[in-house]
């Protein structure tokens, strides 16, 4: 039997050197866990106050039942704690943890004791797939949440949409040509922001959460067992675009998403205003997580071009950025069906809402095409035009604040498309591999024109020199990302140099386990 403490903050790591050398952490969130773990039951899982807020703020405050009264941690005082909850009541987001008190799992809990271990072993046993999918709809379905509730709790079908839910997508342009260089984004005063960080969680409803999950179990359903282009370089990208809209902006000691930020901590009008508009309103981050899922959606295992070169049916109505285009158009078309109208009326309410939603991910996924050259010169000029103050072309006010607002959506999301280049050495290097794989088969199955052996090692230090290092730059100098940029342009630099000295030899090592892999199956 063993009793178990978590605490969330900084600390120090060192290795301890002497007979027997150990990895430790040091710290006062170290030793605040140690002390709460004296006041602990037995196999239980007990956390802190920060941990229990990291929690909440990820859209998991159901995984966390507060005790009944506080403890008394020695230095510290009075400290309110949490239980962590593997009950079934944490499992299924239709019921809220809150509501639960601090025995709800003692004499009640014994009799229903086996039928939770099981719901519980039932979620571990669920493959990769739908583990990815439960992930992605916990996240969309917070964001809904924040959405419902910037409408004050308003989530009823529009049937007066209807008319124009079909017409979208289908009045004789392609995606690529809805795009458009700068988004209005809807403006919330002071007081609504005040509002709504002081407002309780709203649920989105047992419906519309099944219909979610339907969704995102359909399109992850739809990713092809590519060895990068599938549904799990999607959740990653997710990832990413979830922890860069989560670091935009610090103002004082609060961040601009937090969801339990004391009022008192934040100046909600430059909230609203120094991250140009994107972090108060839930609708936008809604739509870069969900551009972040749908974005390969259908993708072929091979670049536009050789799309192009082979005449598919796709290249021939798009093209151009025929995999971007076709992703939104499959993921669009579905989202429309019926059997998603309550899902639908959580996303918006307004046609203004539905024709923005729409505009955001049309442009956040065309941003992901980052080989077309013409598109390439035209983001350059628009990140110019809306950051460059050498350029002479910067102006003020709520339209210059809406295109710099839509030109660090488009950066932020190609970021997270290229966010493995950017991260711990371990992490670029297997998908590193992965795109290596992907782009080898397409080779020995006759869709490329050269062996990407070849040329692997130097055009991956072209790819850091000539995009992805100015596009950490980018993100660092457009002044939104706080911490976040320094840690991408850190990671980067140093993915680069480690690539120098080891990436020949990885080339060959990548090949290897090709063939080994090639002549087994």
Not at 55 to 70: C, D, F, N, Q, V
Not at 450 to 457: A, H
Not at 475 to 502: I, M, P, Q
């Amino acid at each position: 039997m063993s009793r178990f403490s978590s605490g969330s903050g900084q600390v120090t790591a060192g290795v301890l050197r002497g007979q027997r050398s150990r990895f430790q952490l040091f710290g006062d969130t170290m030793n605040t866990a140690a002390r709460m773990e004296s006041s602990g039951e037995r196999n239980r899982i007990q956390i802190s106050q920060v941990t229990a807020d990291l929690l909440t703020e990820a859209g998991l405050a159901r995984w966390i039942i507060p005790r009944s009264s506080k403890i008394l941690v020695k230095g510290k005082g009075e400290m309110q704690t949490y239980w962590l909850s593997k009950s079934k009541n944490s499992i299924q987001p239709k019921v809220e943890a809150e509501t639960l008190g601090e025995g709800a799992d003692t004499e009640e809990s014994s009799e229903t004791g086996e039928e939770e271990d099981n719901e519980f072993l039932r979620v571990e046993r669920l493959n990769r797939t739908e583990r990815l999918v439960e992930w992605n709809v916990e996240i969309l379905s917070s964001l809904l949440e924040q959405v419902v509730c910037s409408r004050g709790g308003v989530a009823k079908k529009i049937q007066t949409l209807s008319r124009i839910e079909k017409s979208i997508g289908i009045c004789g342009k392609t995606v690529l040509e809805e795009f458009t260089p700068t988004i209005p984004l809807k403006r919330f005063d002071a007081e609504e922001l005040e509002r709504r960080q002081s407002s309780s969680a709203i649920d989105i409803g047992v419906e519309a959460k099944s219909q979610l999950r339907h969704y995102i179990s359909t399109i992850a359903s739809m990713y092809p067992d590519n060895a990068f282009h599938n549904f799990e370089h999607a959740s990653h990208v997710t990832a990413s675009v979830k922890k860069l809209l989560s670091r935009i902006v610090l103002v004082r000691e609060g961040n601009g998403l937090g969801a339990s930020i004391p009022k008192e901590s934040v100046d909600l009008v430059d909230l609203a205003g120094h991250s140009y508009g994107i972090t108060s309103d839930p609708l936008t981050q809604f739509a870069v997580v969900f551009s972040a899922i749908i974005h390969d959606v259908d993708h072929p295992g091979v670049p536009n071009a050789q799309l192009v070169k082979e005449k598919s049916r796709c290249a021939q109505i798009y093209k151009k950025s025929v995999a971007e285009q076709k992703s939104v158009d499959i993921a669009w078309d579905m989202l429309m069906e019926d059997r998603y109208s309550e899902l639908r009326a959580c996303i918006y309410q307004t046609e203004d809402d539905l024709r923005r939603f729409r505009q955001l991910v049309v442009n956040a996924v065309m941003a992901t095409d980052i080989v077309d050259k013409e598109l390439q010169e035209l983001r350059k000029a628009r990140w110019e035009t809306a950051f460059d103050s050498t350029a002479g072309t910067q102006d003020e006010g709520v339209e210059s604040e809406d295109r710099k607002a839509t030109v660090v959506i488009e950066h932020l999301i190609q970021a997270s498309d290229v966010a493995h280049t950017m991260q711990h050495w371990y992490i670029y290097k297997k998908w590193n591999e992965r795109f290596f794989m992907e782009c080898y088969r397409a080779y020995k199955e006759g869709r490329a024109d050269f062996d990407p052996s070849t040329n692997w090692y130097k055009d991956e230090i072209g790819f850091f020199d000539y995009y992805v290092i100015p596009l950490a730059r980018k993100l660092e100098s457009c002044g939104v990302f706080g911490v976040s940029s320094h840690e991408y342009l850190n990671y980067a630099t140093a993915n680069r140099d480690e690539w120098v000295r080891k990436g020949e030899a990885l080339v060959q090592e990548f090949l290897a386990r090709n063939r080994s892999s090639s002549s087994s199956s």
